[in-house]
Structure formats: structure tokens, C-alpha cells
């Protein structure tokens, strides 16, 4: 049998292959959720991603506060910045850095269709030095 269950974020947190760490939220390991995983993110003043792209997965955000620069595309060559109230869709395999130039922290809604949330995640080193 199936049931509705709930998690408040905040309890658990992990540190993300892409360099910040995550607030645990609903995915297969804390739900069983089959299809997509959901997480709360705060980036600190300064913090920056590593370069990275999500292997056949979907991303959507939603910015709960504070604003945020993420560039996109296959040398980073696109940049978007992103303020509290707005939501951003990168697609599967779209390589991707957001970074937070301050002073106020950015917290962001994440959702995947990766319930795994890690697994689909794809470092992109080389990518990481074309940003400064």
C-alpha cells in the first residue's frame, strides 16, 4: 500500500557533488518517490557550483529569496540571473554553474526527474575555469 507522507527540510542535510550542500527533501531514498526528487537549497554569499550537467534529467527551481547568476550552455557561454518569485527550467544534459555574487544567501525549491537526486549529476571539470 501506497501513503502521503511528508519531510520538513532542514532536519538532514548532504553535501551534493556540485559543491553546496542540500537540505534532504523527497526523492527514493527518504519517500520511495519513483519519478522525481524535490530539495531545498541555500547558497551562501559567494558560493559557486561546480561546472555540471544532470544526465537525461529534467531540473526546475524556484527562487524563494535573495538573487543568483547561473551560466549555461555547452562552454558556459549563456548567463541568466534569477531573483526571489522566479522559476528557471534547464533541461537534461544542459551543463550548468550557478554561483551567488552576495551578500544575502539564495534559497531556491529544486525539483528533478531523477529521484536519486545525485545520481544523474555529471561534473564537468573542465568546464569549471571558463567563469571567474
Not at 541568466?80 to 544542459?94: H, K, L, N
Not at 564537468?124 to 571567474?132: A, F, I
Amino acid at each position: 500500500m501506497t501513503s502521503c507522507q511528508k519531510i520538513r527540510p532542514g532536519a538532514n542535510a548532504y553535501a551534493g557533488k556540485q559543491g553546496f550542500s542540500y537540505f534532504e527533501g523527497i526523492s527514493r531514498e527518504t519517500m520511495g518517490a519513483q519519478a522525481v526528487c524535490m530539495h531545498l537549497l541555500t547558497i551562501p554569499p559567494g558560493g559557486r557550483a561546480r561546472a555540471h550537467k544532470h544526465a537525461t534529467h529534467e531540473t526546475a527551481i524556484y527562487v524563494l529569496s535573495g538573487q543568483a547568476v547561473m551560466f549555461w550552455g555547452e562552454r558556459l557561454e549563456h548567463r541568466m540571473e534569477t531573483g526571489a518569485g522566479e522559476m528557471i527550467y534547464i533541461p537534461a544534459d544542459v551543463p550548468h554553474l550557478p554561483w551567488n555574487p552576495g551578500p544575502d544567501p539564495v534559497t531556491a525549491v529544486i525539483a528533478r526527474t531523477d529521484p536519486h537526486e545525485q545520481e544523474s549529476v555529471v561534473l564537468l571539470p573542465e568546464l569549471d575555469g571558463l567563469v571567474e
